[in-house]
């Protein structure tokens, strides 16, 4: 993508810095700062922050590579898109695992409490080996491109099928891109032009070198990348002349391909950064008279520079004190007099507060299946919540090259997949500047488009944040016609314990809104209408996961050389699955309100503790004192007790059986009371959402199942996957004398996993495994963040090896 198509960028709150005397080696007048006047961009940008606001998801997934029988495990951090601050807004996010198709092989919702969460996806056998993307989002970021989602690739291999042929080795393809610095490249104007060299085989950046050639075959200059095949050159480019790019490749030929179109009239900007506390953006035009032009520079919806100044012979410089800026990417853009936004630039400051983990173990190597200690500390002045995994390296996978200072900071702001975005963030790349700024220069991206944004009122979003809970979507249409019903009263309900009951009203579109708190697990849902008053209807619950993708991975290589890491993988799973699977599939019990939606009733009858019956309307007329059975016609009624004002309801009061509505009275005196465990009554009237009913009978049967009881036929029974329940990591231990010469053989690639670390200041958090009987060199990986938004990110190798720890 060339830079003059890149969106421009995004806004916040309002700071001017001063503009400066122009050098006068170049010849520049002086620009002059109008702070006082807000620019309309400024306003607009307001106005779009406002209404948009940005949440950031990023996952710490265990291990880069899996065999199929595996657990793939992820904690979720959220936070504020602009201040990078745990973001306590939605309370759920949906992650997917997309196939090579960009398809969902598997999908999960997983609860979220203070901006954190935790999950994992079981891994079956049908999955094909190759490369898959985690990606991740809430319902409120569907409202905004899936370039957003949290993206991450893994590889996965089924080691129980045939491994996939690898193709035979093909001439590399190589992509080459330009991108000319402020976004056009003007006549008579030097400027700088970033380049990318991508190989299209791996998708990585390739090395090459190569030469700028004008029209008649002459060289204009030569250029090589500095790093992962990212460089920049410099020159003027002459009116009415074309060049072309000749690229040198490793098996003697040669790419060419021509430059971006060479304009006559328009804008550019160069940005220098040689000072230790200002950056100078000098802004040209050519073609143009001279105008007033207005730069603004905008962080992460945060608006750190804004200034006006007058082209004086078509040039001006603007002076910007890096302290005014904030840490990661600002985008300083242009504007002419005419309000447009007419040339871009990228630059990046490195953060200035960071969490500094310290990872300690006593000792580098270990004996097998012994005890390893972790001592995790913070340099902060705040509360860290952090996440650890412990794998195995080996062919298969190494380091991992991304964290979450590198996605935060770089990936999320960024356009495009960034090659080692963690080497930015480490000693030798925070020194690396040019490698940092060509970044700037190649990586374009925005949260929204200047044509979006100018003089528009914020667009109404499509989909709402789950503050409190899962919201779930549905349609009502008319069943002859297919026609929306609208102003239709629907009823959801989920047969089991606890008992949960929701209801909502169509709109004029039939869509309903259910909001489903603290539902966990694989349940049956229940939509119907009251069939006693309304017509058939088609009923539909919808899908809360999103149907736009971005561009699919690369596939996965896995040569020859690989074969003996992939059979110890399927050992590994093998022996997991044989000696320890009864002790993986333990879940913690979500700390959930289990009583009845309604409370607890002023009437509860345990029916056990009384004389049996046969037929329900003995029961009832017995002693189920909160409510008189009658009958009008030929159908039975009930009517209850208004205790509080000690008269009597005229109508139905609503009756559930195991949460169910049952609107026919008829059919729950037909249903077999020896199934029915507890009956309570809500002897007053009761308030539900918007709306009232005159008292509430529920009937509970033993298992929670319904019992048999026949639903009406036109309602919609529709298994429904709720929130993840929360699975305990399981590991052995090794204490005893008995565990260690246990003979159970213990293979696992992945030593640990512990998703919720929680580090004081000034305080050593210690995390303790055991290390299992499989020899090697073992990651452990700390990352995590504090309640200001510092992230802060670990690595530490141990080596196991050795016999088998002594017995204690």
């Known amino acids: 993508m060339n830079s003059s198509q890149h969106n421009l960028s995004r806004s916040g709150r309002r700071r001017y810095t001063l503009c400066t005397l122009l050098f006068l080696a170049l010849g520049i007048a002086t620009v002059n700062a109008q702070s006082g006047q807000q620019h309309e961009a400024l306003s607009n940008l307001q106005k779009h922050r406002q209404a948009a606001l940005q949440e950031k998801l990023y996952l710490h997934i265990d291990r880069p590579v899996y065999a199929c029988g595996d657990e793939l495990w992820f904690k979720v951090y959220n936070v504020d898109g602009s201040l990078h601050r745990p973001l306590d807004m939605s309370k759920v996010t949906y992650v997917e695992l997309l196939d090579a198709d960009q398809k969902p092989a598997l999908q999960a919702k997983v609860a979220m409490k203070d901006g954190v969460g935790n999950g994992y996806f079981q891994l079956p056998t049908t999955l094909q080996t190759g490369n898959y993307t985690v990606r991740a989002y809430t319902s409120w970021m569907k409202n905004f491109d899936p370039a957003f989602y949290f993206q991450q690739q893994v590889s996965i291999i089924n080691t129980f099928e045939q491994l996939p042929k690898q193709e035979a080795l093909k001439a590399k393809a190589y992509t080459l891109q330009f991108f000319p610095e402020g976004g056009n490249l003007l006549a008579g104007i030097k400027g700088n032009v970033a380049f990318k060299i991508t190989d299209g085989k791996s998708g990585k950046g390739a090395m090459l070198a190569g030469e700028v050639l004008d029209q008649d075959g002459n060289k204009v200059v030569d250029f090589a990348p500095h790093r992962f095949g990212i460089g920049r050159f410099a020159f003027t480019p002459e009116i009415g002349k074309r060049y072309t790019v000749k690229l040198q490749l490793p098996d003697g030929g040669t790419l060419e391909q021509a430059l971006p179109q060479i304009h006559e009239r328009g804008y550019t900007l160069q940005l220098t950064d040689t000072t230790a506390d200002y950056v100078h953006i000098a802004v040209q035009s050519a073609g ?26 078509g040039k001006c410089v603007f002076r910007v004190s890096k302290a005014d800026l904030a840490d990661g990417i600002t985008h300083f853009t242009v504007f002419n007099t005419a309000g447009q936004p007419v040339s871009e630039r990228l630059y990046f400051k490195h953060p200035t507060r960071e969490l500094a983990l310290k990872v300690a173990v006593p000792q580098q190597q270990y004996n097998l299946r012994e005890r390893v200690q972790v001592d995790l ?34 990936e999320s702001d960024l356009k495009g997949a960034i090659e080692n975005p963690a080497y930015y963030f480490s000693n030798a790349g925070k020194t690396d500047l040019q490698a940092l700024d060509n970044l700037m220069l190649t990586h374009g991206w925005s949260r929204f488009t200047w044509d979006d944004v100018l003089g528009k009122e914020p667009a109404t979003p499509s989909y709402l944040p789950e503050n409190h809970g899962h919201l779930l979507f549905g349609k009502l249409t008319h069943k ?8 239709i009263m629907t009823y959801l309900a989920s047969p089991g314990k606890p008992i949960r009951f929701y209801n909502a009203q169509s709109d004029a579109a039939g869509r309903l809104l259910f909001e489903l708190k603290d539902f966990y697990g694989n349940k049956d849902l229940v939509l119907q209408t009251d069939f006693t008053k309304d017509s058939t209807y088609h009923f539909e619950l919808l899908s809360p996961f999103s149907t736009r993708f971005t561009a699919a991975h690369a596939p996965l290589q896995l040569p020859e050389s690989r074969v003996g890491d992939i059979t110890e993988r399927h050992l590994q799973v093998q022996l997991e699955h044989a000696y320890y699977g009864a002790y993986r599939n333990r879940f913690h019990t979500p700390g959930i309100d289990s009583s009845a939606f309604y409370g607890q009733p002023l009437e509860s009858y345990q029916l056990d503790d009384y004389k049996r019956f046969k037929v329900m309307e003995e029961v009832m007329r017995e002693y189920v004192q909160g409510v008189q059975v009658r009958t009008r016609g030929r159908s039975f009624h009930f009517m209850v007790m208004n205790r509080p004002y000690k008269s009597i309801f005229r109508q139905n009061p609503m009756v559930l059986l195991d949460g169910v ?13 020896l199934k029915v465990k507890q009956l309570d009554v809500v002897a007053s009237r009761f308030f539900h959402g918007p709306l009232t009913y005159e008292g509430l009978v529920s009937y509970q049967t033993y298992s929670g199942d319904l019992a048999g009881f026949n639903l009406d036929a036109r309602a919609l029974m529709q298994a429904y996957e709720g929130l993840q329940q929360q699975r305990e990591f399981y590991a052995p231990a090794y204490d005893t004398p008995e565990q260690k010469s246990s003979r159970l053989a213990d293979f696992r690639n992945l030593l640990h996993w512990a998703p919720n670390i929680q580090i004081e200041p000034g305080k050593a958090e210690q995390v303790s495994f055991y290390t299992s009987d499989q020899p090697g060199t073992y990651l452990v990986v700390v990352q995590g963040i504090t309640a200001s938004g510092e992230t802060g990110y670990q690595l530490q190798q141990i080596k196991v090896n050795g016999p088998v720890a002594q017995k204690q």
């Open 661 to 673: 509505p049952v609107f026919n009275i008829d059919k729950i005196m037909a249903f077999d009371p």
């Open 288 to 313: 143009k008279a001279d105008e007033q032009v207005y730069l603004m520079g905008h962080t992460r919806q945060q608006v750190v520079s804004s200034e006006k100044a007058l082209l004086q012979n």
């Open 377 to 410: 500390q913070s340099a902060s002045e705040a509360l860290a919540n952090a996440s650890m995994a412990v794998y195995k390296l080996d062919s298969l996978q190494m380091a991992p090259q991304a964290h979450i200072a590198s996605y935060l900071w770089l």
């Open 480 to 487: 002859a016609s297919g026609q929306p019903a609208p102003g």
